[in-house]
């Protein structure tokens, strides 16, 4: 059974800082791109960053500088640094890992498996 459960999430100040983590079970990790993805009510979700299995990197435009992405190939992790948190990155944020091998690509159709979301609240 494929498995990513992500962890960290909470509430934080504008300006402050939050990791989130994800863990991986029943899958094979370090052939997958993995993302980061947030949502807020009545939005679509959208990708915040990509990791590819070579370790390429992508991210939103809106968290260029800001965000990191990071994987652990070892302990089948994935890590989302947030620096200089703003309200605006309040959101759920979604782990995802995409088909065995394929590149990272745009949009929610490149990712096959999915975790329930953590919450990250920014207040100002």
């Known amino acids: 059974q494929v498995q990513l459960v992500e962890f960290g999430g909470g509430s934080v100040q504008a300006g402050g800082s939050l990791t989130l983590s994800c863990v991986a079970s029943?899958?094979?990790?370090?052939?997958?791109?993995m993302a980061w993805f947030r949502q807020t009510p009545g939005k679509e979700r959208e990708a915040v960053a990509m990791?590819?299995?070579?370790?390429?990197?992508t991210y939103a435009d809106s968290v260029k500088g800001r965000f990191t992405i990071s994987r652990d190939n070892a302990k089948n992790t994935v890590n989302l640094q947030m620096i200089s948190v703003q309200p605006d990155d309040t959101a759920m944020y979604f782990c995802?890992?995409?088909?065995?091998?394929?590149?990272?690509?745009?949009?929610?159709?490149?990712?096959?498996?999915w975790g329930q979301g953590t919450q990250v609240t920014v207040s100002s």
């Open positions: 029943g899958v094979t990790f370090s052939s997958r791109c």
């Open positions: 990791i590819n299995w070579d370790r390429l990197t």
């Open positions: 995802a890992a995409g088909v065995d091998w394929n590149r990272c690509a745009p949009g929610r159709e490149a990712f096959v498996y």
